[in-house]
Structure formats: C-alpha cells, structure tokens
C-alpha cells in the first residue's frame, strides 16, 4: 500500500509541476493584495479598504504605501468596476492535445486574469469524470460562473442541475453537452459539419473530371470527425464521378496518415484528392507523396485539404504546396466575455447557441496577413 | 539464443521446429505473406523510383513495412529486456519517445518553435535527448528495482505525465524545424535508395546482438529474471541490473523519438508514438517471450515487431474500414498469442509426440 501510495504522491507532483501558468499564478496573486496592503499601508482603515471598499480607493491607499509591489497588485484590480472579481471555473480539455487546444487555451488564459476582472480557476481533463468531479468541486467553492468544454457530451446533467440550485450560470464553450437547454446560459461552438461542408463545396468548386480522394479520418467518433466526414459521406453517395479510393482513420496522427497514403502509393491506385481531416494527418499525407515524388498543391497533379488551420499549415498553402484549409475557431474567450458582460448586466442572451465564424482558406487567396491573423 | 535447448535424439524434426521460439513468428509471417501473395501477388513487388527531392528510391508494400517497423523493432529491444529482467513491461515508451522528441526539437529549435537555421547540430540535439531519455528510464528502473513497485505501476507515473512534460519542455509551442537534413534519418539519404529507419534499426540491432554476445547482460538479465534471490547469493546485484535494463530502454526510446520527428519535421506531443507501447510489449508477447519475466529471445522479439507491421500494412492495403480496424487486429492478436502460449505450444508438443507414436505403432 505504501508503495503505491508513494507512486501516487510522485505521480500528482510530477502533473502539478507541469500545471504552469495563469492557473496557479491566480490563487497567489488574489490573496497577495490584501496581505500586502495589511501589512504595509499606514493607515489603519486600510485593510477594510482593500478588501471591501472601491477599488481605486483601495489603489490610492495602496500608492501612498512605500512597497511599490503594494500599488502594482491593488491597480491590477482596479478594472473591475466595483473592485470584486468575478469568479468563472473553467474546465477544459488538455492543452497538450492539438495545436488547436493550446490556442484555446492561451486565448482563455489571456481574457480571464485579474486584469480584465476576473478570478479564474482553470481545470484539465480529457476524461469525462474528471471533469464532472472538478465542477462538482468548484460549485462547491462557490462560483459565479462555470464554462465548461467537455470531453463528453453525456453525464453532465447532476453537475448542471446542481449548478442551477446554487445560482451559478453555466457556459458551455467548443463543444455542446446532452442536455435540456434550460440548464445553461449559452454555448459557444464551432458548427463541424458546416466546416466539412464548406471544405466539400469547395472542392466542387474546383470542377474536376473525377474526384479520386483519399479520405484520412480523425479519431471514430469524435464530433470534428463526424462533421467532416458526413459532408463528403453525402457529396460521394450523391455525384458519380467522385470516388472514395479510401476512407480510413488517422487518429489525427500525421504517422498513420502517412502509413494509409503510402498504402494506396505502392498498391498503384490513382487519386488526385486528399481529404484530411486535421493539419497533422495532412502532412503525414504529404510526405507519403514526396516520398513517392507525386506533386501536389495548387495547380499539380494532387489536391491536399486539411482542418485546423495551423500556422505552419496556412505557410503550406501561402508556398502553394497544400490548396485548402478550414478554420476551427479556438478563439471563443471574446465570445464568452461577451456573454457574461450582458448576464451581469442583467440582460437576456437573445440566442442560446452561438455559432462561431470560421473560414476555409484557398492557397490561391490567401495573403501573409491571413497567416498571421487565423493561424494558431 | 537458443543455445540451450536440448535436442533430444528421438524427437522428430517437426515437433522440434514447432518447440521452437522462433516458430509462432515465422509461421505468422509465412500466412500473412501466403494470404498477400494469393489476394494480390503485387503486394511484393519493388519498384525504383524517384522521390521529390529527386533521389532514386526503392518502393512497394515491403520496403513501406521495413520503414515503418523500424521503430517498433527498436523499441522491442528495449522492451525485451526490461520484460526479462523486472518480469514487467514498461508502458511509459510512447510519452517517453514525446519527451525525446521535443528535447529534439527544443535543442535544434534553442527555444525558438520556427526556426531560420539549425541551433545546434542535430547529433548534439540527439544525445541530449538521448541522455533525457535516459534519465527517464533510470526513473523507471529506479522505482522498479530499488522502491519494488510493479513495473506498470511505476511507469504509468512518466505513462501519466509525460506528455505534458514533453509539451511543457517547449512551452506548449509546436516547433517545426525546416532544414531537410533533419528529414534524412526518418526518410532518405541523398543517393541512398533504401529508407534510413531501416539501416538505423539495423545498426541497434547489430549493436544490441554484439552486446549481449560479448558481455554478460543478456544472462545476468535473465538469472535476475529468473530468480532475485539465486542471482544475488551468485553475485549479482539485481538491482543494478534492473535499472541499466530500463536506461537501455530510454537510449531505445530516444532513437525512436529522433525517427518519429524526423519523419514529420515537428511533434504533436498528444499524438506522436501513441500506444507504441502495446505494440513494442506485443512484439515480445509474439516472439514467445514470458511477459513474467526470466529466459529470452531478442530475435524473436525483433521479428516479432515486424511481423506486427506486416500485420498493420496488410490491413491498410485490404482498406479494412476504419471502425472494423482495432477489431480484426485484436481477433489476430488473441490467435497469435493464444497459440504462441505455452500452456497451448506443450499440447501441441504432446499431440504431435503421441502422433508418432501411433504411427510408430
């Protein structure tokens, strides 16, 4: 028992120490102005001040103490309008998963710090249950907000109804939760099967005699999969001259892409499409090709489509080597903001389900300006 | 490796082939290759062709299983004495192989994710992932030899985390490094036609063959395998050996980890050399090797990893449906190891034995 109980103990260390950033700087700095102002200020109403009075009182105050660290940690409050942070408990996916999750991630971690008025408390977890245990644990703390990206849409109807019960407003982001619509304030997704459809439309639009696609899946059963697979699912049952060479998944793993476009490259089938259906399986796919030297990108003898829109991707399309990629918006923190900005200001959210913009790039259109401003 | 195997006068040629470790291998590999040949016999045809970059190169299914078993044969070294000496596998290789590539990736890239040029040469990027790499398997080793936790215990800890310590050695950045000489060891060398992972494999192959035919690892591993307590009063300290088993494994794993990122110019530290791990312990389990630990046959082991990527080309070929995949790969893997157990291969003895005897009769 002993032995297992040590592993465990290295095993929770070594994950905490990999846990960097906003997440664990936030609990520090949000007992740190008070402290501060309690020990260095000199007058004696001063710590009532910081911890209940105006926040620009409270920075006044704190300016006037000698300790300059005193002044920069009351200021960084100082946005928030009645000087009280409002706490959001944000439960993600693990930033390590995609490039897309990271961006995600990084753009959540920048809207909700102090300095915009809030005091977050970030969670991740790829399992379902861990999830459902860190919103249970948060409502539990008490927070006016909890937005949730989960890793399954099932199981989540206990921690939503308790959430409810204790006052706090739920806001599902990326992706959307089986559950009764009344049981959230809104959810802020990307619409896949619209980013399949517009990749097929495109791909119509580019009028060749026949379509002989390789078509590289995503991991079965994920949502981006099945929306990016039905379009094309539906466009090769509907036209004659568009033919599924193969249909086989990647697990978004560039490594197996490769495996399954080197197969149909020494089994001497033709194609003239790859449909993948991430970044990472796309370039997998590629480098099949050069290593078989078939061209591909624009104007050659091979279309190359991938999802994501990665920066190192767009590049691909701006050199002309790839010829299609479709966005997957990560950037929901505005979105969320938005949201919360008109609950606390007492308002209706006049649509539940807000679908976020997203583009597909053509390497024929697009500029260095795209890349830098759509690429994660 | 069989050296000790009794030949006993009276017993036929064939139970003799079937005892052998090497027989569940090879007969897998034999009805594959048999099933390929009589589905579409250009299954092993080989071509010369040219790659992008305008190199002359071999193609065709079999070099594509030579290439991409590469990997899989060197991490079955590893996991072959590990497997021999703790009696336990070591499941942390692929988010150790995710380490070893992004301590790669962050050396070449000196904490910048797109860089113009190289920062260091890639040979001193390779062994400081080859020293990180080991370093993570002297963790391993230590907690198996030194704490006695089961090895699947003590490496579900790095299993855990050590994607995200790969992720966090580059800031959660995706470096993409776009010098082409990075690409020449998961792809081709200029001039030469034959994929580069194969002649790694190769040389860690000789390497390893060279190892244990000069120095005494390979029966220290296995009489610490065996019996703890034997090798000890012999000598040994079995501990030592333990841990320079799973320091093996990290050097096995950060040759993988610099193929893996050599392929692709870049790491997806989520992705890359997912669950490797069960293929590399399957390698072993294939090549007749007690997953409890003891004796052990590297080449068998070996062998064992290629037939496995024979295995995963002939479903990619046959387009077998993505959703179908896991299933007939698991249906072929029961088979191979029920048949491979030897519980199963000592009936097998026993039936051709009263065979012969009846026909003796």
């Known amino acids: ?376 | 490796m069989q050296k000790n195997e009794v030949k006993k006068p009276n017993e036929s040629m064939l139970s003799r082939m079937v005892r052998h470790q090497m027989f569940i291998p090879v007969l897998a590999l034999v009805i594959l290759a048999v099933f390929n040949l009589i589905a579409d016999p250009a299954f092993f045809k080989i071509t010369v062709g040219q790659n992008s970059s305008g190199n002359m190169v071999l193609q065709g299914f079999l070099i594509s299983i030579l290439n991409d078993g590469s990997e899989l044969a060197i991490l079955a070294i590893g996991m072959t004495l590990v497997t021999a000496a703790s009696g336990g596998q070591d499941i942390s290789v692929g988010a150790a192989v995710a380490i070893a590539g992004s301590v790669l990736l962050r050396i070449l890239g000196g904490g910048n994710s797109r860089p113009e040029e190289l920062a260091a040469p890639i040979i001193v990027a390779f062994l400081v992932s080859c020293l990180v790499a080991m370093l993570f398997g002297a963790f391993n080793g230590v907690l198996v030899a030194y704490f006695k936790i089961q090895p699947m215990i003590a490496t579900l800890i790095l299993y855990t985390a050590g994607r995200s310590i790969a992720a966090w050695i580059n800031n959660n950045e995706l470096p993409v490094i776009t010098d082409p000489s990075l690409g020449y060891y998961g792809g081709f060398i200029p001039g030469v036609p034959i994929p580069t992972p194969f002649f790694i494999a190769a040389i860690c192959v000789a390497i390893i063959f060279l190892v244990l035919k000069f120095t005494n690892l390979g029966l220290y591993t296995q009489s610490v395998g065996i019996n703890e307590n034997s090798a000890k009063l012999n000598g040994l300290n079995p501990q030592v050996i333990k841990v320079i088993t799973y320091v093996i494994m990290g050097l096995c794993v950060a040759v993988v980890g610099l193929i893996k990122v050599s392929r692709i110019s870049t790491i997806n530290y989520s992705t890359i050399a997912k669950d490797i791990e069960m293929d590399a312990i399957l390698a072993v389990a294939l090549g007749g090797n007690a997953l409890s630990g003891g004796k052990f046959n590297m080449a068998a082991s070996i062998f064992g990893a290629y037939v496995i990527q024979f295995l995963t080309s002939t479903l990619y070929k046959f387009k077998v449906s993505s959703d179908a995949l896991p299933a007939y790969k698991a249906v072929v893997v029961i088979v191979l190891v029920v048949i491979s157990a030897p519980t199963v291969k000592e009936w097998f003895g026993n039936v051709t034995k009263k065979f012969k005897v009846k026909e003796v009769a």
């Not at chain 1, 990999?18 to 936030?26: E, H, N, P």
């Not at chain 1, 009075?53 to 940690?73: K, R, W």
């Not at chain 1, 929901?332 to 790039?361: C, H, N, P, R, W």
């Open chain 1, 1 to 376: 028992m002993l032995k297992k109980k040590v592993a465990m103990l290295l095993a929770a260390a070594m994950v905490a120490a990999t846990v960097v950033g906003c997440g664990g700087g936030d609990d520090a700095k949000t007992d740190a102005p008070a402290d501060d102002a309690k020990t260095e200020a000199p007058a004696d109403d001063a710590a009532d001040d910081a911890a209940d009075a105006p926040a620009d009182d409270a920075a006044d105050d704190a300016a006037d103490a000698p300790a300059d660290d005193a002044a920069d940690d009351a200021k960084t409050e100082a946005p928030a309008a009645d000087g009280e942070l409002i706490k959001v408990g944000i439960i993600n996916n693990d930033p390590n998963e995609s490039g897309y999750r990271t961006a995600n991630d990084k753009d959540l971690q920048e809207m909700f710090c102090e300095a915009n008025g809030y005091e977050a408390d970030f969670q991740y977890s790829k399992k379902n249950d861990e999830q459902i245990t860190f919103a249970q644990n948060m409502l539990t703390k008490g927070i006016d907000y909890l937005l949730i990206s989960a890793a399954d849409t099932a199981g989540w109807d206990g921690v939503l109804q308790d959430a409810q019960a204790a006052g706090t407003e739920v806001i599902l982001f990326d992706r959307v939760i089986d559950a009764d619509e009344s049981l959230y304030a809104a959810s802020i997704v990307s619409d896949m099967e619209k980013e399949g459809q517009t990749a097929v439309d495109w791909l119509a639009g580019q009028g060749l005699d026949e379509y002989n696609i390789i078509h590289i899946q995503g991991q079965m059963g994920t949502a981006a999969q099945q929306g990016r697979t039905k379009a094309l699912d539906e466009k090769v049952a509907a036209e004659d001259n568009w033919k599924l060479v193969v249909q086989q998944t990647g697990d978004w793993n560039a490594d197996n892409a490769k495996q399954v476009v080197q197969s149909v490259i020494d089994s001497g089938e033709k194609f003239n499409v790859i449909y993948a259906e991430n970044d990472d399986m796309a370039k997998g796919a590629v480098a099949a090709l050069d290593a078989a030297n078939i061209s591909h990108g624009v104007d050659k003898d091979v279309i190359v489509m991938g999802f994501d829109c990665n920066k190192w991707a767009l590049e691909e399309l701006l050199a002309g080597n790839w010829n299609y990629d479709g966005q997957c918006n990560p950037f929901q923190a505005s979105y969320i903001d938005e949201v919360i900005k008109s609950l606390e200001a007492g308002e209706e959210i006049a649509e539940k389900t807000i679908i976020m913009d997203e583009k597909g790039f053509d390497a024929k259109e697009i500029t260095q300006e795209d890349v830098d401003n759509y690429g994660i």
